[in-house]
């Protein structure tokens, strides 16, 4: 195939009903609109997407419940209720007329969507399951045993035995040598994106994957009234469906059988969605939006904001993950306006291609001229209080004020002794899934010692406690997301902690001081700074935000 574009995917979000709605978008020409199976998100379309860019303004949406999108708010929604948030999607990004391929569970969605008003020129559904009836509870409740996150970690065995299993056995939980699925393992790689997809949906993975159980697409089937293509490729556990497919009583319905190559499927697929095409429209501007991306000249910056809806913005900084940045956003959101990007290599933020303190501070300028929030006050913690430093010094007509909260050492044999230890390179195990449970321990250890991977009783954090497991799910998934950069942002940060470069903060500054070992040099890093100076907080976040607050309003009060 001869559309071999380098493309660079966007993603983006898109409002529809009150509702985030996560896609990836790229290429030039006539839109097209990609859905994805269960547990998957649009990351599974990213190769596909690229080969079919130079042809297409190719749009690959996350179901909700999946990949970044928010989900449904029923209990147990139906294929109608995917159906109908699909349609809200379409509408609002425009996209209502453009050709639309659906694979799987996408597929049942897509076509229940088609039945009811689509108005799509054509429908490609590429495996639809059509059984003589829908699975009985007690299967789709053996099925789809819950994803239930604890406080042990215990589960992240259970998921990887999931994970594996599903790919030797149908079902998953029955392993008889009359249940084991004919084909071969797919690559690591394959594998490891599988796995991101299942821990982003989480709790939500069996949304839509349940509801397809429940659904049978035969009265959709008969009743749609836009072109519907059904396939498979041979090597597809739906292929035996294609019998079932029923073209002599619909006119509307044709159907292909293809081989298991995936080079002439992406070359079948281009020239089936060739023959419908929609002009591409513009998605409308999110400027109210929770959750976003902005565009930089290396790739994207995510960000989330929140809180109040009036006073100072309130920019808040951790690393190598958004935990404690989420955990203080919380609290402070109660008074101020808050702003937590993933700071890049991190969780949905592209690295950076020569990753170092003042490139991030840089982003972080570009994120708060963006959004027009500025001038913001800045949180940095820990890890990441020499970046939120390089903020303040390189653009200070941005920040008003800066908090540091905990840092790393000052001493240039202690930064190096932490630059070695703090940011491991986690190796992807297809088999045992041991890159699951180093990245838990290591996040989970960092919020109870300092370093994560101190051992004595001095290293024992006063501020820090064992996060709930959905954010501690939360923070791990994001490290897999960007299991090669995730520690870019410490790496830089601690080639970034001397004296000189707080020297260079002029902005007021707080520091804050209560007995966590990250804070056994406040003292010192305040006098380097010419509008320094220490703050006594509590360890409790509650307690310590409305203080941080006043006592920022005061300084800055003092020092204007």
Not at 42 to 54: D, E, F, I, Q, W
Not at 244 to 267: A, H, I
Request: one cysteine or more; hydrophobic letters at 45%.
């Amino acid at each position: 195939m001869s559309t071999t574009t380098a493309t660079r995917i966007e993603r983006r979000y898109v409002t529809a009903q009150g509702r985030q709605v996560h896609y990836r978008v790229c290429g030039q020409g006539p839109a097209v609109v990609l859905l994805h199976d269960s547990p998957r998100s649009s990351r599974l379309h990213s190769p596909a997407m690229k080969m079919l860019a130079s042809r297409f303004r190719v749009f690959a949406l996350d179901t909700p419940g999946y990949g970044n999108s928010d989900p449904l708010t029923a209990p147990e929604p139906t294929i109608l209720d995917f159906a109908e948030a699909l349609g809200e999607t379409l509408a609002a990004l425009g996209l209502e007329r453009a050709p639309l391929y659906a694979t799987h569970t996408g597929a049942k969605i897509a076509l229940a969507l088609a039945a009811r008003g689509g108005k799509m020129p054509l429908l490609v559904l590429d495996g639809l399951s059509i059984p003589d009836a829908p699975a009985p509870e007690s299967f789709i409740s053996a099925y789809m045993r819950p994803f239930q996150p604890d406080a042990s970690g215990a589960y992240l065995a259970a998921e990887w035995v999931h994970v594996r299993d599903m790919l030797r056995w149908f079902p998953w939980f029955s392993h008889k040598a009359e249940s084991r699925i004919a084909m071969d393992p797919p690559s690591a790689e394959w594998l490891e994106d599988y796995g991101i997809d299942l821990f982003s949906a989480g709790p939500h993975y069996s949304g839509a994957y349940a509801a397809a159980m429940r659904w049978s697409p035969w009265d959709d089937l008969l009743a749609v009234k836009v072109p519907t293509l059904v396939a498979a490729k041979s090597d597809d556990v739906l292929y035996a469906y294609l019998d079932k497919v029923p073209t002599d009583r619909n006119p509307m319905l044709s159907l292909e059988r293809l081989g298991s190559d995936r080079g002439e499927w992406l070359d079948w697929l281009a020239a089936r969605l060739t023959q419908a095409t929609a002009a591409a429209a513009p998605p409308p501007a999110q400027d109210n939006a929770p959750r976003g991306y902005v565009d930089l000249p290396q790739g994207q910056l995510h960000w989330r904001r929140g809180g109040a809806q009036s006073g100072r913005t309130a920019l808040i900084l951790s690393a190598p993950t958004t935990l404690e940045a989420l955990d203080w956003a919380r609290e402070l959101g109660a008074d101020r306006p808050t702003l937590v990007p993933d700071l890049p290599g991190f969780g949905d933020s592209d690295p950076l291609p020569e990753p170092c303190a003042d490139a991030m501070a840089d982003c972080l300028a570009l994120l708060i001229e963006r959004l027009g929030c500025g001038p913001v006050d800045v949180l940095a913690i820990d890890l990441a209080a020499p970046i939120g430093a390089r903020l303040a010094s390189r653009h200070p007509a941005l920040v008003q004020a800066l908090a540091i909260h905990g840092a790393p050492p000052l001493g240039a044999a202690a930064a190096a002794a932490m630059l070695a230890a703090t940011s491991p390179q986690i190796a992807f195990d297809p088999h045992a899934g041991t890159h699951l449970h180093r990245t838990w321990h290591m996040l989970r250890d960092g919020q109870v010692q300092w370093p994560w991977y101190g051992l004595s009783q001095q290293a024992a954090r006063k501020t820090g406690v064992v996060p709930e497991p959905m954010a501690m799910l939360a923070a791990l998934t994001g490290v897999l997301k960007q299991r090669q950069h995730y520690g870019q942002t410490a790496e830089a940060a601690l080639r970034a902690c001397d004296a000189a470069s707080w020297a260079e903060v002029s902005v007021p500054a707080l520091v804050s001081l209560g007995g966590d070992p990250s804070q056994g040099e406040a003292a010192e890093i305040a006098a380097l700074m010419p509008q320094g100076r220490t703050l006594q907080l509590p360890a409790d976040r509650a307690q310590a935000a409305p203080l941080l607050l006043a006592a920022m309003g005061a300084h800055l009060a003092v020092a204007s």
